[in-house]
């Protein structure tokens, strides 16, 4: 007999719920992580108790997003109205101290499953409202269309928080991707000769998936009272930064993850907004992320400063962050993926005059914390993370070369 589930109330709030919400919410930083099941950038955890749902829509036409947020859950079977995108768990304690299993539609459990913490990353600690250093964890679990949830921690780990996530479905009609520009000169003996007389990719890159066309829901920005949760600020490229979201490989639904992830990010962690400048996915499409105006720039303001993001706490404000999506810790990444990643890397190394293949002393402007680290870095290379996986990471090396030597020529 399948346990009963329990019974919450998921009312739709008007488009400043989540802000109203996001105010209560409490800021950490997660420890040293290992790779999670499935990828999620800081810690933070809402303080409010009991489940708080929201259901709002992006641009007109744009899928509906659902949330429902819990506080400390438990080990009580949890419902959802709503077939879950993916469920967001934040709690304190051992990183591998927590399962998770999930219910169908009629109250069916699925088998426990282990849940890991996922990458540090947050606000600087010069941001109005920054991301605290704490023993907190959070990850991101795909949920597969799954109706509730249930939580088991082991002795020691407290589960903060909980939000299940339904970022509704959007295939991206009319949208291709990048092979249908041309075969980008790849690194190898036989580079310099692809490579001369091509023209350097061109920055917005073409095909470029805007905000808009992916579904975010701008509201989410703003707090209750109408102004700005994480207000732009630009500031002269230094270096920039690869990822892996550590989501699903050949992703169904890409703009769907992507949405995932703006949920967790703008609302569950109290950023105000998706912490990545651009995602790219398995067919290498490339995703607008961190809002930077309405300019048509992506990630930049009319001078050509980058936009403050919050993919790798306390050197943000002039990093680019790049978060491919996936899982990179075994599986290679895909050709398209691969080739859209060098794509967008050349033109961004480009626009800011930055040697790739050169060690940078990056200076935070917000704050003058100095780190020395690579003009092409991996997340790793800033802080204590596997992410961007190690077969991303392994794969700079040669993608700076690739890079450096388009630009040369």
Known sequence: MSTPFSTHSHAEGDKHADGMQRRRFLAGLSALPTVPLLGACGPDFLESGGASPSATSGARGAPRTRVSQTRS????????????TALGITWTGPQRGLKVRLYDKGGNPGDWQPVNAGCPCGKDPSDPTPTPASAASRALVPAKGSFGYQVDAASGVRVINAIAIDAGLSPLLGVEDTTSLGKFPSEGPSSSGSAEGSPTPDFPPPGLITRKKWGADESKRFNADGSENSPTRFFPAQALTVHHTVTANEDPDPAATVRAVYEQHAIANDWGDIGYHFLIDSKGRIYEGRFSGNDGVPAHDKQGRVVTAFHTVGFNSGNIGIALLGDFTKAEQSPAMREALARLLTSLAEKHNLDVESDITYRNPADG?????????????????????????TGLEALRRQIAGLLTD
């Not at 859950?73 to 879950?84: C, D, L, V």
């Not at 092409?376 to 990471?393: K, M, N, Q, S, V």
């Open 369 to 393: 914390r100095t780190k020395r680290a690579p003009a092409l870095a991996g997340h790793r290379d800033w802080i204590a993370t596997e992410c961007p996986g190690t077969t991303t990471y």
């Open 73 to 84: 859950p438990g080990r009580e079977i949890q419902r959802t109205s709503f077939p879950m």
